[in-house]
Every structure is written in C-alpha cells, then in structure tokens.
C-alpha cells in the first residue's frame, strides 16, 4: 500500500501548479503565499485558508471529537492506535470541510491543511507547551510522529486525505515568554542526537507535506529564514519536497525582536530566500516591494507558490466538486458513538498507573458504600482537554465518569477541595475555604479519590488566553496553590487515598509517592476522559500506559531552562535517580519475559536480531509495551536509549514472540562534528517492559534482561 500519493501522480501536479502559476502576475502570486489566500477567479482557484489545528482532534472550528492530548497518546506507546487517532481525527476534518465547502465557508480553521503534530523534544519540564508534543525521546517521538502523518494523510496513490504538518523546526521548547526574540544555542552532537531526528523521519517516512518553522533563533539565525536549517538539512539533506510555514507572524520577530534584519522588506526577503513558502500572518506582502527591488527572484517566488499550489492539488481541491475520492465522507461522520468509543479507548491506554500498593486498585465498587471525589480537577472540563482542543458533544469530567459508573449503587460525596491555584475560591471568603468540606467528605467516605493537578491556564502558549502562570511555562515542579495541604489533610484523615493527576507534563509529587498508596497520571484525557479513567479505577480495563517523559524530583536537578545543552537532561543524560523514569508504568496484571536471544554476540553488517517471548502470567487482561534500549559501554556516550518498541496485548496465560531487526543505525551515534558513527567497542541490548536502570528496576520489582554484544573495527560514518 502506497504512504501518500505517487510520484508519477506528484510529478503530474507539480507540473500543473507551475502552468497555473505562469498565468499569474505579480500580484497574485504574493498573495497566494499568506495563510489567508484569496480566489483567482480566472483561474478556477477558490479562496483557501491554510491555518486549521488537529493536534488531538479537529479544533476550533465547532464540534469535533477531543482527544487526549498528544503527550497523553504518547503515552500509549502505540504506534498503530496513534495512527488509528490520526485517521479518525482526518475523517472529521474532511467531513466538517466538505460540509463547509457546500455552503461556500472559506474562513481560519476550516482547511484541510493541518498544522501537526509536535514533534519538538519536550527537553524540559517546566515548558508550557510540552503537553502538545509526544515527549521528551527522539525515537518515540519519531515513530508517533510518523504514524500520525499516514493517519492523518491517509493511503491513497491519487489524493492525501488532509496534509500533516511537522512542526516546530527546529530545536524548540521554551522559555515560551522568550520565544520571539530567544536564540536557542545548540551544539551539532545536541542538534542531530536529540533535536532533528524526530522531524527528519516524518520527512523520509512519513512523507509529511508541510514544515512549521519556529519563532526562535537556532545558532544565530531565525528558524523561518534559516539557511542551514530549511535550506542546507530540510531540503538539500533530507530531500524534502513539501512547502514550508512559519509559525503565525513570526517573520516580523527577524526585525522587531530576533533584530537580523532591519525591517520587514528585509524580513520576508531573508524568508523567501531561505525557502519559506507560506506566511501564517501578512507580513509577505512586502515580497511585491521585495521582488520589484531585486531582494527575492521572481523564480523563487514561483517555486514557493508552486509549492503551495501542489499541495492543494494532491488535496483535490482544484478540480472540481466529486473529483477527490474523499468528497464522499459527510457531516454525518463527526461526533459518531464510534467516535465516543474510540475516544474513551484513547483515554484508557494514555492512563499510567503510577504506583499501586496493597493492589488498592482495581476498585470493587461492591466493597464501598461511600466515595470521596475531592479536587479541583475533579469537576474541571478545562483539565479534560489541554490547548489546540475542539468542542465537544459532552464532557464527562473525572467525578461524573465515576458516577456514571457507580450509579446509585454507592454514595457520592463531593468537594472541589481548593482553587486550582488561589488561595481561596470565594473572593469573599478566607483563606483554606473548603477545608472543612474536605475534613467532612473523608469522614463520612469509605475511600477518597483525589484529582489534582494542571489545566491549560497554567501550561501552555504565551499570549494564549486566561494562561497565567509564568506566560505560559510552570515556574517549578511543586503542585499549585493550597493542592498538597488538602491532600495531606485527606492523608491524615486514614481512609484510603487515590490520586488522579491530570496534568500535561511532570509534577515531583514527592508526598503523594511516600504517603498515597494508588496513584494513576491521566493527563489530559479528553471529552471522555472521565469515564475512561473510571474504567480504569474500576477495573473495566487494565492500565497500560508507559511514561514518554521523566518525572523529576524536583527543579534544583536540572539545568537552566535557557540551557540548551543536553547534559542533565530527560533519561538519555541525567545522573541522578528520576522519581518515575521515561518508559514506566504498571498493569493490574503481570508480564514475563523468556526465551530472549541475539541472533549474533558480534554488530553484522545486517544488524542483529533480538527475540523474546512475553507471557501474561496475571489475572487481567493487558497490554504490554516491549522496549529495547541499546547503551555504548564507553565514557561520554548517553545512558541507553529506547531503539525499538511493541505493544502487545495478551490474555490470562497467552504469549507472544516479539522479534525485534536492529539496524546499524541503531547503534551509531553522533560525535561532536555531527558525524553518525559506530565506535569499535561493547554494546548492552536489553529486553523488557521498562528501562534497564535501577529505579524502573525498585518500582516495578523486575530485572530487565540485557546482554553485551561486541562492534568491531569497520564500521564507520553512516
């Protein structure tokens, strides 16, 4: 089955753009390259809006399934439901826009061209905006990443289905308050190890079709007019043949901010030039000036305008009503009780049981006849959805899935606990408001569930409204406001405690680790959050989600945040034991590993084969996230580093062979002149549910199989 559509088909409009573009004066031809482009009449081209979001389903444009957010679909580890999400996330966005088309709506937000996914690398955990990416590893973030391009995209050799667009490119994350004028400093190890890999795989795999550039400068020179970033790596290395963004109004930072240019003349003309096709904002009508001054080709211009005018042939929407094999997907399609289903699926596997003493969890709920729900996060729609969100049908927060789930059967008793962040709820009232409630819910409830965490008003995007903590990134690791006092009020009282957090990044919930004896991470779930999470609580389903970012202790460890450098960072270089390590995550059931091998103790030039059997030796049904990492036994190289990856799902006493192909690349890695190399030397491999390291090893009571095998010299640069 072909990826996208065929190069013979992609050769066919190329060359149709171009004919279409030489009809076009000067004029025109700028005015295709903003976001906003208007209809050249004469030509058959109708009026296109390129700006439309789907990071976790179709936003901003009415009703739309919510998805959880993309570092909570990171966190199913699984590769064919991310692509499953994509799929049924650009089914409704064909529908709502076929619809739309039918009445002549043209407006932001109703295009086929959508600006994800994320794939920067979550590197730190106060960045705001890291819950819309796939988290902090590069190969995870490559495989999600990818996979959502071919759902998105779709399979046909004629027509995509709706464009994908990577972004931010390139080494983006935070400060967010610093973004427009911030130059990220990066060295070539750091840039091709950590940063780029993700986006070059949906480049070569995915065969996404657009690039965003990002607001910041990268090494000195802004990432939308970047030489060595779009023009030397993106398309010169990486054959990238698609068209490229920027990110909205960043073209005019080069000379208000970033302050490379001297005004915006100069700016659009360092864009051009450098092979940004398409403005998100409008500062490129400058480029009629530009062009008319010698500052930009003529003939670059009609190659970015080729470029955009491409992409929306493969789109089908050039020619004509009917024509495109999607046009057949209607209205009827979006908001569907399939879609319900696969949501609250979505919000199952993206659940990651923390911690789980006494086997606490899964709950009977024939065993309590009352339940505590206490938090602010419990009833909070806001925490159901993070940022780049849709509307949805129907929201079941966290207390409402629980009673949905319970019915009459067991008294509820609930309280919002505190303020998400403030002192006090009531603006007339004193401090610790709700105190009392809390004392008097977990006194009359055999059990108390707390939910607690973050919304997207307190990580996120600078300038996005109602964010108002630290302009969108978190100022530290700690739970906001009054949260950990009422928790430990709830502690104290001696009934058994839940925690649910809902949040899109780490939180050191130190407390909650030593005092609270279940604990589930829920993210940001989605619409149907609540009742997949009380699935989860009551034992419907069995958690199985791996964590895609480590959950520090605190922010003293790391570096500072303006630090780009990699030492220190995420699981790959850190030094210090992780509260909860990158790739954890327990199951209501348990898995064995046997029967593992390497077809070879010495690197082949095909690589080496790892096999293992995986049995579930539990009660539950489950799924299992197999992980490989792979660690050069030699000084200055990172700790071992997730290379391949399966998710398996096993009943009670079923097994499954899970054979893994490492390739050469898989243990190569880059020198400080950003050669990718493999070094004569020994090698660990390891096999298992969980990182080969000791604190994955103390939460979850297993050894992680590993083995050495020997590279020896001749093997070289890649």
């Known amino acids: 089955m072909e990826l996208v559509v065929n190069q013979d088909k992609i050769r066919l409009y190329r060359q149709r ?25 004469h030509l058959g081209i109708e009026a296109y809006n390129w700006w439309n979001e789907a990071l976790h389903g179709v936003a901003r444009s009415g009703v739309a399934t919510v998805f959880p957010q993309a570092i909570g679909l990171a966190a199913t580890f699984d590769e064919d439901f991310i692509e499953e999400i994509a799929d049924a996330i650009s089914t409704e966005g064909r529908a709502k826009f076929n619809m739309q088309q039918k009445y002549k709506d043209y407006d932001i937000y109703k295009g086929l061209t959508f600006w994800a996914p994320n794939v920067n690398i979550f590197r730190d ?32 050799t004629d027509y995509l289905k709706a464009a994908a667009c990577a972004k931010h490119f390139a080494v983006h994350s935070g400060p967010e308050d610093m973004r427009h004028s911030f130059n990220a400093k990066v060295t070539q190890q750091d840039l ?15 065969k996404v079709e657009a690039i965003m550039g990002a607001y910041n400068r990268t090494n000195d020179e802004p ?76 003939s670059r211009l009609d190659e970015a305008v080729t470029n955009l005018l491409t992409t929306r042939i493969k789109l089908g929407l050039l020619d004509g009503k009917d024509a495109s094999c999607y046009e057949g997907i209607t209205y009827k399609q979006v908001d569907t009780k399939e879609m319900k289903t696969l949501n609250r699926r979505a919000a199952e596997k993206s659940a990651v049981l923390l911690k789980n003493a006494g086997n606490l969890l899964p709950l009977d709920k024939n065993k309590y ?57 009531s603006s007339l009232g004193r401090g610790l408001d709700r105190i009392s409630e809390v004392k008097g819910v977990c006194e009359e409830s055999d059990l108390v569930i707390m939910c607690l965490g973050l919304d997207a008003g307190l990580e996120g995007e600078d300038g996005d409204q109602g964010n108002q903590y630290a302009s969108g990134d978190k100022p530290d690791l700690n739970l906001p406001g009054l949260q950990e006092l009422v928790l430990k009020t709830v502690v104290e009282s001696g009934k058994p405690c839940i925690l649910v957090l809902l949040s899109g990044s780490a939180l050191a919930i130190n407390y909650a680790q030593e005092h609270v004896p279940a604990i589930v991470q829920a993210w940001y779930p989605g619409a149907q959050g609540g009742h997949g999470i009380a699935n989860i609580l009551f034992g419907e389903v069995s958690p199985e989600g791996k964590l895609p970012i480590t959950f520090y202790k605190s922010t003293e460890e790391l570096p500072d945040f303006t630090d780009y450098n990699m030492k220190g960072r995420t699981y790959r270089y850190m030094q210090k034991e992780a509260l909860y390590p990158f790739g954890y995550g327990l199951s209501y059931t348990d898995f064995k590993f046997t029967d593992i091998s390497v077809s070879s103790k010495e690197l082949t030039s095909s690589g080496i084969q790892l096999k293992g059997m995986v049995t579930n030796i539990g009660d539950y049904p489950g799924s299992e996230a197999v992980q ?33 192909q490492l390739k050469l690349e898989d243990f190569a890695l880059y020198n400080e002149e950003a050669q990718l190399i493999i070094e004569e030397g020994t090698y660990e491999i390891s096999f298992g549910g969980s990182q080969p390291e000791k604190r994955s090893e103390a939460l979850t009571g297993k050894k992680v199989w590993t083995t050495k095998i020997i590279a020896r010299e001749g093997y070289y640069e890649f």
Request: aromatic letters at 10%.
């Open 192 to 206: 091709f190890e950590t940063y780029l890999p993700a986006f070059k795989a949906c480049v070569q795999e995915g």
């Open 17 to 41: 753009a171009k004919e279409l573009v030489e009809k076009m004066n000067l004029e025109e031809k700028v005015f295709q390259t903003l976001h906003s482009a208007p209809a050249l009449k």
């Open 628 to 660: 490989v990492y792979i660690k050069a036994l030699r000084e200055h190289t990172p700790n071992g580093q997730l290379k391949a990856l399966k998710k398996v799902y096993l009943q009670p006493g079923e097994s499954q062979l899970v054979v893994f």
């Open 369 to 425: 006849k009352t339940i505590g729900i206490i938090g602010p996060n419990a009833n909070n729609r806001k925490a159901l959805v993070g940022n780049y969100e849709g509307t949805a049908s129907r929201y079941v927060t966290i207390a409402e899935g629980i009673q949905d789930y319970v019915k009459e059967d067991v008294r509820i008793f609930f309280s919002e606990g505190c303020h998400l962040f403030k002192e006090k709820i």
């Open 223 to 298: 990432c939308c007019g970047s030489k060595i970033l779009i023009k030397d790596i993106l398309r010169d290395q990486w054959g990238f043949e698609g068209h490229v963004v920027s990110d909205c109004w960043a073209i005019k930072d080069f000379h208000e901010y970033h302050k490379v240019t001297a005004n915006a003349v100069e700016s659009v003309a360092l864009a051009m030039n450098n092979g940004c096709d398409l403005n998100c904002g409008n500062l490129f009508i400058y480029l009629i000036e530009a062009v008319q001054k010698g500052m930009v080709s003529e």
């Open 125 to 156: 955990p106060r960045w705001g905006r890291g819950h819309e990416t796939f988290g902090e590893d590069p190969f995870l973030s490559a495989r999600l990443g990818v996979r959502f391009i071919k759902g998105i995209q779709g399979h046909h």
